[in-house]
């Protein structure tokens, strides 16, 4: 409520915003006017069964009333897959949540009405509203799978839902349905009898499918459920919700942000921007002919392998190259073992660092690429092997020399959200390391290199400084990170997927600061992802993990753009694309846990190298 | 309808902005400085020296009713005397501040204790961690009464400092449970992770990043503690153990109790103290439900 507007979100529509595209009637202006639509309604079939007519929803606040949705008006019909697209704060859970009625006080409906199959959702009594839940529609949170009772069966989760609506049913009739349940979303009945924790993140995420499902309920609304999944699990997870919803019938609305997800998984798109629906129509269409220019920013910022660069560097130049006496950063037969898991296998490379280059290292979660990076940041140790950074082994430095360490060895970390510690304002993260390290010299000093970082990375230095965290979006807060970064100009910089938790319509930005990084500041960059497309576009060279060991390595072009190894082959698969007519998640795709033996067996692939960096393959 | 939770919701949020509107903290902070201001204000305008034994007559009730044997009370000793002869209001002037303060330092001194502990447990792990979670466990499971009971009998007469002393070798074990807990999940935490990242000494992490989180925490625990702090101190007192020769509420409701009070009807005698620390205890319990309000920091709002 209190988030401001991102000052980064408008500029960057205005900029992409130049190809005048044919405005057909497709914005709503809410006015209700145009809710008769002529095209696409002729290829909907089934009939609504949820329809909303000029919805709002109010949060009142002490700096006045927040309008989180403005008077939307879409219908969702059986069997028809929705999506609900925009950054975060557009509305899109609030929309969910009103339908739900499980809006957090103080926020309400403030006009308009829900109308699900026939009953007007807002007159509806308190328990006939709970009786409504899951047998009529479903709503899986965002990170519902951790929120599964941990000390619970699967199964018996499965049969208090079937209890609380329908009553009490014998052992044997809730065995049956939740078996059914667990077998339509590709789940073995064994798995009913485990615990949460035994289960991986995609399982659990399928369980809770089948826990939305198990009613079956006509309209199910899945709240990003994949977004704390790799890009493999993510369409595993995806594919079985199709099926399940399919199977089922039901009228789906999928809340998300990244336009490639949607493009391969939806019918129907809605478009929400700052609580209005901007754009609402047949997905095709949209992406053929997107009629508003936010829609279109949407677009463009996925990223796509052997496409033309989504970055916009701003500088061509390159940073002026510089003769090192040792090696930046040289891996000797590194290998790091957890009890009986071997997270990395021995790995020896050397980045030399005379040019700033970007090493991505990619893979699942689980492939080590964390582990890997961590030992790089000397939070992990190795269990065997060596890591120099300039030809000195870490661990023989003595206090100034690791203190020396830390200045040149920097990190983007993966969550935005935790980075900040929330007690101070957000300039503390950046003045502490730079007293610290002893790189100021006055107050002045600290508040001038600030401001100027700030800038660098396109934030307004006196609208984000002065504020808690707490009050800055995600996006802000990983640019300060860069920025923080930025300031204390390392020698080198471990990025650990640094745009996983940041909506997709940033990630470009924070991107191109990153690569700004390495261009103009000279610095050189481990990127760590499961996102092969933003590898494609940023990396010099790229390492495939697959189970702590390099299967494919070389530059993007080759790995990525034609990938050898099976397993490199899987992951680019698994991208989804802002194309609806490419197989994503159907059949075409091989089931990877079938194929791990596959995978495994196959032989390692490297690809040709690059200057500056090496790789040793035995 | 919903104009109406709309706008009670406007208020209870402009509440919010600044703590020290807050009715909850305001009323309970109220409350326990008037039981200071009554020590004070005792000190200075009446005559202390009344809290010695036969310095007034005995049994006298307070203004305005009439003891068993058809006395009136007097002015000179506005809400009564004991059984043995001494001035009510002296007594609760010197005993409601000194039952106050046995709970305060009792509990300072426990928290205090905690904090060392509990970073010390969270942050060195191993070996360390291990004997303070035992220690603290092990003590938890001791009811505290019993071991008292047993210390006090034996030194016989103990100061307000000692008996604070003893009560605080049985409030550090929760802090110590709470702080360990947090520091753990804290050491795990992003922000924790880049001030490891800006070269930041163990000191500074554990004093500067994590120490201004647990605020609220040690704030509502100090609170609580304090509570059951006075109620340790007030049950001993009332087995007639603690202090014997400093007034304290519970050692004039043991006197009460012992003299037969009830059956001679003086309710004046236990009844003053009960009621005061009634207050307190109310007073105590609105201060922590108001700093629960306060002391989210999602409320805090852009300040200068």
Redesign the interface.
Known sequence: MTEPGHPDGGSRIHETAGVPGTTAETVHTGSGRNRGRGGPVDSMTGRPVLTLRELSVDFPTPQGVVQAVRKLSLDVRLGRRVGFVGESGSGKTTTALAIMRMLADPGHVSGGTIDLGGVDMLKLSEEDMRLARLSRVAYIPQGAMNSLNPVMRVEQQLWDAISAHEGRRNRKELMRRSDEALDSVGLHPRTGRLHPHELSGGMKQRVCIALGMILRPELIIADEPTSALDVVTQRQVMQTLREAQALAGSGLILIGHDMGLMAQSVDELAVLRQGELVEYGDIRRILGNPGHPYTRALISSVPLVGGKSFLRPSSAREAPGSRRPAPLLTFDRVSKVYGKLTALHPLSFTLRGDVPKIISIVGQSGSGKSTLGSIVLGFTHPTAGAVRFEGRDLRRAGAAGKLGFRRDVQAVLQDPYACFNPFYRVRHALAYPYRRFGLARDEAHIRQRMEEVCRTVGLDPDLVLPRYPHQLSGGQRQRLIVARALMLSPKLLVADEPVSMVDASLRATILSNIYDLKDRFGISILYITHDLATAYHVSDYVMVLYRGRVVEAGPPGQVIGNPEHPYTRLLVDSIPWPDPDRPWGGSAGPEPAADHAHVADAPFAYRGSVEGFELVTR | M?GV??RA??RR??R??NPWTNPKLFCGAGLLLAIVALGLLGRLLWDLDLVFTGSAPLKLPPIGFENLRGQPGVPAHPIGTDGSGRDMLALIAIGAPNTLFVGFLASLIGMGAGIVLGFTAGFVGGRTDDTIRVLSDVMITIPPLLILVVFQSAFGDVSLTIMALLIAGFAWQSPTRLIRAQVLSMKQ???V????????PTHHIMFR?ML??LVPYLFGSFIANVTTSIVTAVGLEVLGLGPQRIPTLGRTIYDAISAGALIQNLWWWWGIPTVLLAVMFIGLLLVNLGLDEISN??L???GR
């Open positions: 919903t939770t709309t919701a406007r949020m402009r919010f902005d935490s992003g922000y992770m880049m001030a490891r990242l800006s070269g930041a990043e201004p989180n920091p999602r805090r709002r852009l």
